[in-house]
């Protein structure tokens, strides 16, 4: 009886904390809104306006959350498994330009192959960016959290290089690639101008399912799971953490570099730039965060993440707010997010504890980063 | 109040043996609806060493933890010498001159041995106290003849030469009152008689001494009085002289106890666990210090029990990783129903008919975060019928795991309960069931009462024999002496990593067996 | 010789003063047991906190405070969550990452839509030391930070090995347990480690900006701060291995600024790769003698041979730019992937929040 009412107040702050750290979130974008003088009505009507008010920009804010929330899924993997690399931006670039070399290459290939092979060239170039995480982790014992964190710098440069260099289209020595051929753009729904409603937002929902079900239902997940509630255990029980850790990080990579080839050719540019990435490899974590690490939660997430990003460059559009005030705000709810996790633990335990004298450890046994 | 190692109050100490050291009046502490300790009286003299007695949860812990600081009482006060004390923090305890002795001793094992006497909170953080410690350890040495060696790491150091810099560190800053927790657990039997003799110095010294221990016959070789705590009060206390044995036990279990029924002969069948040659390093340490196991062979048939007596950090933990498989051995073999365990993949030792009750459940045996019905089928989910193509039939485990609740007694409000908030005797249950559902043919128990109660521990001995009686195998690795000749068919003992010998359960004693541990020592 | 001369050594140093002192916080901090992965947001925020101080007052002295104030802010956030919140330090290092770049930028853009530049902090020779043939003028004809950031490195590594504070900051490290039971407040020591660790990169931040070049640009820091952050794993958690880790990145920094204007790699570039790729495999095998050949030799033993005959070849090679400001972060993943097991453990109680009733 007791138990049934703990689980239900536990769900309820579930769904609460989001909605609270939102609410704050507000708040505060208000504050620091009136703070540099612009009416915060005129910026929420402009907001609004700039995210939800038109079928172009409504359509604009779910294509944007689709990279969002593939990155979101590949940090809920990683960190189910008890492995925290921050590579996706590296990874969204190397993803990126990957396919962005096999989509330059596809010019006569009907769309139907054309579409799938730059989706697939994404999450292959992903993947292998991640896969030097994953090595430098299994074999050689380097945290991932350092390597991805130097190889996301790297990516920066490589891709620099590559868009001034072999990948540079051959219009006025602009840094960045060549058009991609038609036949390579992803479809989007026909009714909506500019191509802003990308199809690809059907990602969104099989993707965070076939997560949700992955891991419930299949031995790899559970494998996952038990690697990252406690390692010792799951290797004395006869599971493999290294291979579940570096699978994890592989496919996380593959969702980081779809996210990057989604970026590239369902974007507003048909083309690969400097910069392309776009702060969406942090911001993916952060809409994970916010979700609490569920899949499905983390569709809203995305979503109200990509509404910042969009409804910023519209407020600098028409109000000249700084358009950083996204990344303050994204900032912010990520700490909010911290903060109210900590809340909500600490009620659950002095619930807990009235009920049994016995001490839990809530927090789950991670092994010290001992290993560089 | 604070004392001094000086000799002037070292002599006032002496002087006041008699009377009231630390007293306890009425104390209680509650968590919650649950009381760990209800008007617990306790008076402790100068120049006495006091047993605190009591089963696992009897409250021995969390009154203890009232008197060195870490929780505040609800309701009662605290005494040192007649004048109330109140502590709010650990130092306040320490700065009164009371010190603990923990069972896992509180040291810094990459600092060296006088640096981790040396830690302590200072007035002057910048100032360097190594030397000025140095001073006072020597002082401590030369009134108790407990000597350290300053520059060595205490990672290097034995169990019992840990416990010695406990006790240092303690004295160094002027602990009067010293609790020792189950200090007996580590040493061999002349070990404890030396930390004994140190026992009976110190009080006669004038120190306060409070025992925590289970072992009635340790007990009674060194304490003057007891206080038995049961239930969280205080059940009976008094003079050790006055008082038998078998009476302490009625005051612990709260009634007579029956005792086990002496093992039915062993009818040993074919060899399920043989080990040969097996030498396993040390970890973390550097390829010149010795081997954590050497030349250990061993083998256990079909329907026997085997005992592996030996002091904590002997080699036991090494033993189980090689047989189970995490860890390589750096030479020999392990087999299991025939089969060459392969370091690296536990999986094999689970498909040759092995079964593991690790002693640290926590880290080794459950995933605190997931379902009890999960950490139940952990291993029957990496086989058909409950998985296929690697999907999982969850349904099916579900109502496998709640018919082992059943047969194994876990109590749970459902199989969906988060075993990490399960009582540590339900998920020892939890963890039998996943152990022995698989019919095992190797059963392999470390400590397997560690913890548990005495319903709970008759429990887990009766599930042993069964499973000996149906012919089974079981390795059973304890540090407790007692626990190892009562419930073996045959004791080897294992000492500094080696097997030092073997001896049919039916005539091991406490002193053959001690004999057998400390003949490795002078080896 | 060419590309080596005092130029480079001075610019290695200029480099990697910040580094080093950021580096050396995070050392503090993690040898208490909280690991902060937010030392780059950390760092931009002591940036533009000393950025915007000097704007406002004019003084360079009250910007490196502006600046130490804003990192201690951070560092501050950094303990709450870490400490007092128990949350994952990894993640809460992730989210100060995010923060520290939004707030900068957004308050950058709003307050100083036109950057404004300031002088920055100018070379003073000391007496007597900066005699010293080659050092003397690598190291002691430097600015005031550089001789602030030996200062501080000096005194943690006293503070360290010499005293009872450096005791019990190891203690709450290796075994929080054991400090608590000897009277040692884990939660201050951690406090302190993670201030001293935000003032250090506060002020290394306001280097970046105010001290080294005079103005404020978005996202700056540039990776300084995840350099310093390997340089401790590299360093095997000890000021000396950080010593050695911080000049590996630094030198390779400065060569890449030298290199990327020079065109051609100069043959003198590869002796350099060859010596240094030798005295590696030299030393790690003296410390094993009887062990048998690593993957890392083979590569290391191949890396030799190419680099030599690329020096007695002197074929003409161009690197692009890009790809040398690559440079120092390949060489970090190649340097902390080469050392693989090492002597020195992490401490024991990294990253993991201390709960007393567990003790």
């Keep these: 009886m007791n138990a049934l009412r703990g689980r239900g107040r536990a769900d309820l702050a579930r769904i609460l904390t989001p909605i609270a750290v939102l609410a704050v979130t507000i708040v505060a974008a208000a504050a620091l809104v009136l703070a540099i003088g612009v009416s915060p009505a005129a910026a929420g009507a402009a907001f609004w306006q700039g995210t ?25 993997i990683t960190t189910k498994a008890g492995r925290l690399h921050v590579g996706f931006p590296g990874q969204i670039i190397a993803g990126g330009t990957v396919a962005t070399t096999v989509g330059l290459l596809c010019g006569d290939v009907p769309p139907i192959v054309a579409v799938p092979l730059t989706a697939l060239a994404g999450i292959v170039g992903g993947a292998l960016w991640a896969a030097i995480t994953a090595w430098l982790w299994a074999v050689r014992g380097v945290l991932e959290i350092v390597s991805s964190l130097l190889l996301n710098l790297v990516a920066v440069q490589v891709a620099t290089w590559l868009i001034r260099g072999p990948l540079r289209g051959s219009l006025d020595g602009q840094p960045q690639s060549a058009t991609f051929p038609m036949s390579t ?102 809409v994970a965060l916010l979700a609490r690490n569920s899949p499905v939660g983390a569709i809203l997430a995305a979503i109200v993440f990509s509404s910042l990003n969009v409804g910023g460059t519209a407020l600098q559009a028409k109000l000249d707010v700084p358009s950083s005030l996204a990344a303050v705000l994204q900032g912010a709810v990520i700490v909010l997010v911290l903060l109210s996790t900590v809340f909500v633990h600490v009620r659950a335990k002095r619930s807990l504890t009235s009920a049994t004298p016995a001490p839990v450890p809530t927090t789950p046994v991670r092994e010290p980063a001992g290993r560089v | 109040m604070t004392i001094h190692t000086d000799p002037d109050a070292r002599v006032s100490l002496k002087a006041k043996r008699g009377a009231p050291a630390l007293t306890l009046r009425a104390v209680t502490k509650r968590f919650g609806s649950f009381t760990a300790n209800e008007n617990v009286d306790l008076a402790v003299a100068w120049g006495e060493i006091h047993a605190l007695l009591g089963e696992n949860g009897a409250g021995k812990t969390t009154l203890m933890r009232i008197v060195t600081g870490l929780y505040q009482p609800d309701e009662g006060t605290l005494e040192i010498d007649g004048e109330a004390v109140h502590f709010r923090r650990p130092e306040q305890a320490l700065r009164a001159g009371i010190g603990m002795v923990h069972q896992h001793f509180t040291l810094v094992p990459t600092l060296s041995e006088v640096e981790n006497i040396a830690m302590r909170p200072s007035v002057f953080p910048w100032r360097n106290d190594l030397r000025e410690t140095q001073r006072k350890a020597d002082e401590v040495a030369s009134a108790t003849g407990l000597r350290i060696t300053p520059d060595r790491l205490v990672e290097d150091a034995s169990v019992s030469e840990r416990q010695r810099i406990e006790i240092v560190k303690l004295l160094v800053r002027g602990a009067s009152i010293l609790i020792f927790d189950e200090p007996s657990a580590a040493l061999t039997p002349d070990e404890w008689e030396d930390l004994a003799g140190l026992m009976k110095r110190l009080a006669a010294d004038g120190h306060a001494i409070i025992l925590i221990s289970h072992k009635l016959s340790e007990v009674f070789s060194v304490a003057d009085r007891f206080t038995v705590l049961r239930r969280g009060a205080v059940a009976g206390s008094g003079d050790l002289g006055d008082v038998s044995a078998e009476h302490l036990v009625s005051l612990m279990v709260g ?105 640290d459940r926590h880290h080794v045996a459950i995933v605190g975060g997931m379902t009890l019905w999960e950490n139940i089928t952990m291993r029957m989910l990496r086989h058909a019928p409950l998985r296929r193509h690697g999907i999982l039939d969850t349904a099916a485990a579900k109502r496998r795991a709640r018919e082992l609740m059943v047969e194994f007694d876990v109590r749970a409000a459902s199989e969906n309960t988060t075993i990490g908030r399960m009582s540590g005797g339900n998920q020892q249950k939890a963890v039998l069931a996943r152990e022995l559902s698989g019919d095992p043919t190797l059963l392999i128990a470390v400590q397997p009462v560690r913890g548990l109660d005495v319903r709970a521990t008759d429990f887990v001995y009766r599930r042993l024999i069964e499973h000996r009686d149906r012919g089974g195998a079981v390795l059973l690795i304890s540090m407790d002496l007692d626990e190892v000749i009562a419930m073996s068919d045959r004791v080897v003992v294992l000492a500094h990593g080696r097997m030092q010998g073997e001896l049919p359960a039916a005539t091991a004693t406490r002193e053959s067996v001690g004999a057998l541990m400390t003949s490795a020592v002078a080896a | ?227 310093a952050l390997a340089a401790v794993l590299f360093g095997g958690w000890r000021l000396g291995g950080l010593l050695v880790a911080v000049a590996i990145f630094a030198g390779a920094d400065a060569l890449q600024l030298r290199l990327q204007a020079s065109g051609d790699v100069p043959p003198e570039v590869w002796v350099m790769a060859l010596v ?55 060489l970090a993943l190649s340097a902390l992937a080469a050392g693989g097991r090492r002597r020195h453990r992490a401490p024991q109680a990294l990253t993991i929040p201390y709960t007393r009733s567990e003790a």
Excluded at chain 1, 194 to 213: E, N, Q, R, W
Excluded at chain 2, 295 to 320: F, K, M, N
Excluded at chain 3, 297 to 317: D, N, R, Y
């Design chain 1, 52 to 76: 939800f008010g038109t079928p172009v920009n409504f359509g604009t804010t779910l294509t944007q959350a689709v990279p969002l929330l593939l990155v979101a899924l590949g940090w809920i």
């Design chain 1, 185 to 286: 753009l992803w479809p989007a729904v026909p009714g909506i101008p500019g191509h802003a409603l990308s199809f690809d937002i059907v990602l969104m929902p099989v993707c965070a399912v076939l997560l949700v079900l992955m891991l419930a239902r299949t031995r790899f997940g559970f494998d996952v799971r038990a690697s990252g509630g406690n390692e010792t255990a799951a290797r004395w029980s006869g599971i493999d953490p290294k291979k579940t850790g570096v699978v994890a990080i592989l496919i996380s990579g593959g969702f980081a570099g779809l996210a990057g080839a989604a970026l590239l050719f369902a974007g507003s540019a048909p083309w690969m730039s400097d910069g392309f990435e776009a702060g969406v490899g942090f911001n993916g974590i952060a």
């Design chain 2, 255 to 359: 009634g007579a106890v029956d005792p086990r029924p002496p093992l039915e002969p062993s009818r040993p069948g074919a060899a399920v666990l043989e080990i040969e040659g097996l030498d396993v390093a040390r970890e973390n340490s550097s390829p010149s210090a010795p081997p954590a196991l050497s030349g250990v062979g061993l083998t256990v048939r079909g329907g026997e029990i085997v005992g592996v007596a030996g002091v904590a950090g002997s080699g036991q933990r090494e033993l189980v990783e090689a047989i189970v498989g995490v860890a390589a051995p750096l030479a020999g073999t392990v087999r299991v129903s025939g089969v060459a365990i392969s370091a690296g993949h536990p999986q094999h030792f689970y498909d040759a008919g092995g079964a593991l009750i690790p002693e």
């Design chain 3, 1 to 227: 010789m060419g590309v080596f001369d005092i130029a480079f050594l001075i610019a290695t140093v200029t480099i990697a003063a910040p580094i080093l002192l950021a580096a050396t916080g995070e050392l503090v901090s993690q040898r208490a047991g909280v690991m902060n992965v937010g030392l780059e947001g950390i760092m931009l925020g002591g940036a533009f906190g000393g950025y915007l101080t000097m704007a406002v007052t004019g003084s360079i002295g009250l910007g490196f405070i502006g600046g130490i104030v804003a990192g201690l802010l951070f560092g501050a956030l950094m303990a709450v969550l870490a400490i007092e919140a128990k949350v994952d330090q990894i993640v809460a290092g992730i989210a100060i990452n995010l923060l520290g770049f939004g707030v900068t930028a957004f308050l950058n853009a709003d307050l100083f839509p036109g950057a404004e530049s300031f002088t920055p902090l100018s070379r003073v020779a000391l007496p007597v030391l900066s005699q010293i043939p080659v050092l003397g003028e690598a190291i002691f004809t430097q600015n005031v930070f550089v001789y602030a950031v030996i200062v501080v490195v000096v005194g943690v590594g006293l503070a360290l090995n010499r005293t009872t504070w450096g005791i019990g900051l190891k203690a709450v490290g290796e075994n929080p347990v054991a400090a608590d039971a000897a009277g040692v407040s884990v939660r201050g020591i951690r406090w302190a480690g993670v201030l001293f660790a935000g003032a250090c990169a506060g002020a290394a931040g306001a280097y970046v900006s105010i001290g080294d070049v005079g103005v404020f640009r978005e996202a700056m820091v540039g990776g300084r701060g995840y350099l």
């Design chain 3, 276 to 330: 240094a790729v030798a005295v590696f495999l030299i030393v790690g095998r003296l410390r094993r003698r009887t062990a048998p050949v690593t993957t890392v030799e083979i590569i290391g033993i191949v890396a030799v041979l190419v680099s030599g005959a690329l020096a007695l070849l002197q074929p003409a090679i161009t690197v692009p730019a890009p790809l040398w400001l690559a440079l120092p972060y390949v």
